[in-house]
């Protein structure tokens, strides 16, 4: 399967503890993205990677979500000290990351995670 | 007001019917537009992009509206396997993608 990966699929954690998501892109694209995403709600995002370098992350991504993509290949997120409300969908996307039809972004399964 | 908005649905119509959907968007600069289909508990998948002169891809059509600020879908001769959310997205360049809350599609036999 050349498409989109991420791991696990499934998490569920108790309040306060940390996870961590991996997402691997497909190959040959350059940008990743992650994204949030609850129940009767379009995906939010949360930040995007060029290669390895972070370049945007939204106001929603609070001190305890971190991001990295240390050699421009796959990418994890953490979130540490999980609440309740982290309770959500995350969605792995990757592009080409050019101009036009390249910037299309193809969707990972997801993970969905379970704060108790 | 949201950067982009969608009416939630459902839409429930029969086999065969045509069904359309609106999005509308508040960033002026906006310059990419794309249709996303997502089928329950699945991941969000690319059906269309849409072009200023408006495009087709089969029983697909997409239009912009730039001076009014809306993206249209219309789906002709609906069938069973058509019944997913319908996401509207839209890009300014060199931005983060920004996605509508997604218009809900049932196709009734």
Known sequence: DTGVSQDPRHKITKRGQNVTFRCDPISE????YWYRQTLGQGPEFLTYFQNEAQLEKSRLL???????????????L????????????????SSLGVAGAGNEQFFGPGTRLTVL | RKE???DPGPFNVPEGATVAFNCTYSNSASQSFFWYRQDCRKEPKLLMSVYSS????????????RASQYISLLIRDSKLSDS????????????????????RLSVLP
Request: a negative charge.
């Open chain 1, 29 to 32: 694209h350059n940008r990743l």
């Open chain 1, 62 to 76: 609070s001190d305890r979500f971190s991001a990295e993509r240390p050699k421009g290949s796959f990418s994890t």
């Open chain 2, 4 to 6: 982009v908005e969608q």
């Open chain 2, 84 to 103: 997913a959310t319908y996401l509207c997205v839209v890009r300014i360049y060199g931005q983060n993608f920004v996605f509508g809350p997604g218009t």
């Open chain 1, 78 to 93: 953490e979130i540490q000290r999980t609440e309740q409300g982290d309770s959500a969908m995350y969605l792995c996307a």
């Open chain 2, 54 to 65: 408006g495009n087709e891809d089969g029983r697909f059509t997409a239009q912009l509206n």
